[in-house]
């Protein structure tokens, strides 16, 4: 009654078990959407999102298209939400029980920290997360999140399912571009790398799954987790990022290629040195 009094909405009940069913004409604010018999609406979605560990931190990315079937119901959609100023979960299956899970978790992670005092860890929230999915699994849920963050024990991720599952790992992409963009990770993917190499790898990464992935797109979010907390590094269209594009047309650089360039520049002029230190030493 509560709700209904705030949203204006009636008494009148029968059409709304059609968004279950499916079988029956959608009535919802005076507009009827006709399904025609024996017909049911398609709820595919897809996505891509990846999060790895290096030595500078958790590199997390994603893209922003929400697709619902053959409709792409928002080309710019976030799929990475700060959980704490630690903390920031990946989201990949339904976007309501995905949005609605990451709140209660961002809650309960507050009030931890009010109750005690300090920071949940990562470990702690994905068991956090995994225990309260665990009670409703069954129940047609599908949430898929990775947690990624920077606790006591330094840079952590964990992947939770929605049946209560969580792994533990440091290389982790989740989505119907998964395949994909695991493809790029991993024969690109090394502990000891830069943090201009480390962009470099996810951007490509999401950017390949979502060429050939038809429900990921629109743009590749980039994140990064250090000691200090999470940054949001950059937002890059997909299109321009997978055809070497961007930052062409208004003469920016990509973020890195400046300095892969001086380290190249350098290696040449080192090279050059050597090469004149053995002419010399050759008598040539």
């Excluded at 919802?28 to 030595?55: K, N, W, Y």
């Excluded at 979960?89 to 949005?99: F, I, N, Q």
């Excluded at 929605?162 to 502990?191: C, I, T």
């Amino acid at each position: 009654m509560a709700l209904q009094a705030v949203c204006g909405l009636s008494e009148r009940r029968g059409p709304a078990a059609a968004f279950i069913t499916s079988d029956a004409p959608l009535t919802t604010a005076g507009m009827c959407l006709d399904v025609p018999p024996g017909c049911r609406l398609e709820s595919t979605h897809g996505t891509t999102t990846l999060a790895f560990s290096f030595r500078h931190g958790v590199i997390v990315a994603a893209d922003t298209r929400a697709s619902c079937g053959n409709l792409v119901a928002c080309p710019f959609a976030e799929k990475v939400h700060p959980v704490h100023s630690h903390l920031l979960a990946t989201t990949s299956g339904s976007s309501a029980d995905c949005a609605i899970w990451v709140r209660v978790l961002a809650r309960e992670c507050r009030l931890y920290e009010l109750r005690h005092g300090h920071r949940l860890t990562v470990a702690g929230a994905a068991k956090l997360l995994s225990t309260m999915l665990y009670r409703y699994r069954g129940m047609d849920m599908c949430v898929a999140s990775t947690l990624c963050g920077w606790d006591r024990d330094g840079p952590a991720l964990y992947y939770v399912y929605s049946d209560g599952s969580r792994l533990k790992g440091h290389l982790f992409s989740v989505g119907s571009g998964s395949p994909y963009a695991y493809g790029v990770l991993d024969s690109g993917y090394q502990y000891e790398m830069s943090v201009p190499e480390a962009y470099d790898l996810a951007q490509r990464a999401v950017s390949h799954a979502t060429h050939r992935d038809a429900y990921s797109g629109g743009n590749v979010d980039l994140y990064h987790v250090q000691e200090g907390g999470w940054t949001k590094v950059s937002r890059q269209d997909v299109f321009l990022f997978y055809y070497g594009l961007y930052g062409r047309e208004d003469g920016k650089q990509i973020p890195g290629e400046e300095e892969e360039r001086r380290q190249d520049s350098n290696g040449k002029e080192d090279e050059g040195l050597r090469g004149d230190v053995v002419r010399k030493d050759s008598g040539l």
